[in-house]
């Protein structure tokens, strides 16, 4: 089955204590993208990447890391996690280069950050 | 800075009725446009898309796209309690390996009641 993935799916964590957000795709997609949402604010992307090794900020990048040393995994790293960084985060993926420029989002990861 | 807007809502609309979804966007280089679902604490599903100007149609759904007016919408035919939700409406603007990306309205919430 076609999907993306993400781990965990629920977190609570403490101020500075580093963690990662895994997120894999098994559709052999060049694009994947990390968005955060938030009451009243909407979807907004955090980083993206065009392919392995090819990464990019997003409208949102301050506080966050990530990584695309293969292409199936991009995951999303907060060094030194703040309460303001309470979110659900998704994990989406699209075949670059067609018009159609779908996105598939995996289940989404909820942070509390106390 | 590109945006896309849309009214908060909530919508209420007869069950059986057509449920009418609005989007406005300020980037005039947007190519694509998105319509995604969303329910309560899930992810995002696609519904439809649409870059060309006119009507597209697919099942219940007819997504419409006027670019001189910067303007998409989605039409919903004999909704259904089921169809309650929240409606994202994304733009894309291609530029050849630049740095782009989706751009997400703050969604629509939709609600059908029976």
């Known amino acids: 089955e076609a999907q993306v993935t993400q781990n965990p799916r629920y977190l609570i964590t403490v101020t500075g204590k580093k963690l990662t957000v895994t997120c894999s795709q098994n559709m052999n997609h060049e694009y994947m993208s990390w968005y955060r949402q938030d009451p009243g604010l909407g979807l907004r992307q955090i980083y993206y990447s065009m392919n392995v090794e090819v990464t990019d900020k997003g409208d949102v990048p301050e506080g966050y890391k990530v990584s695309r040393k293969e292409k199936r995994n991009f995951p999303l790293i907060l060094e030194s996690p703040s309460p303001n960084q309470t979110s659900l985060y998704f994990c989406?993926?699209?075949?670059?280069?067609?018009?159609?420029?779908?996105?598939?989002f995996g289940p989404g990861t909820r942070l509390t950050v106390t | 800075q590109k945006e896309v807007e849309q009214n908060s809502g909530p919508l209420s609309v007869p069950e059986g009725a057509i449920a009418s979804l609005n989007c406005t966007y300020s980037d005039r280089g947007s190519q694509s446009f998105f319509w995604y679902r969303q329910y309560s604490g899930k992810s995002p599903e696609l519904i439809m898309f649409i870059y060309s100007n006119g009507d597209k149609e697919d099942g219940r759904f007819t997504a419409q796209l006027n670019k001189a007016s910067q303007y998409v919408s989605l039409l919903i035919r004999d909704s259904q309690p089921s169809d309650s939700a929240t409606y994202l409406c994304?733009?894309?603007?291609?530029?050849?390996?630049?740095?782009?990306?989706?751009?997400f309205g703050k969604g629509t919430h939709l609600i059908i009641q029976p």
């Open positions: 994304a733009g894309y603007m291609y530029s050849g390996g630049g740095a782009d990306g989706l751009t």
């Open positions: 989406a993926s699209s075949l670059q280069g067609t018009t159609s420029y779908e996105q598939y």
